[in-house]
């Protein structure tokens, strides 16, 4: 099962650099620091398994209008650590586990 964690709410948007409304944003280093990976609905099908390509993100935020899932492992298997954050605006900049990949939903 998904790890418990601590996001920020959703007022820590004006901390996070480059991440619009309707998108989800992965920064390699904590604290959304470097070359942000971004996804939303024209780059990523819902129900899908989308890697990062290569990155290992330690920040993330979901503002899009679905859930997102993150996954430790870049095939989104469940063996490994996974959690789901909200739509909307959850701010995680401490993920509890390195992101490898995303599964957006319905």
Known sequence: M??????????AADTVPKCDRGEFCA?????????????????ANPGECVSLGGVV????ANRMTKDVTVYQGETCSTEAEFTTYPKGGTFVPDAPFVVKAIQIWE
């Not at 993100?57 to 993330?60: E, G, L, P």
């Open 57 to 60: 993100a330690k920040s993330v």
């Open 2 to 11: 998904g790890t418990a964690f601590s996001a920020s709410p959703a007022s």
């Open 27 to 43: 920064w390699p280093k904590e604290n959304y620091a470097g070359n942000a990976v971004r996804h939303n609905l024209e780059t």
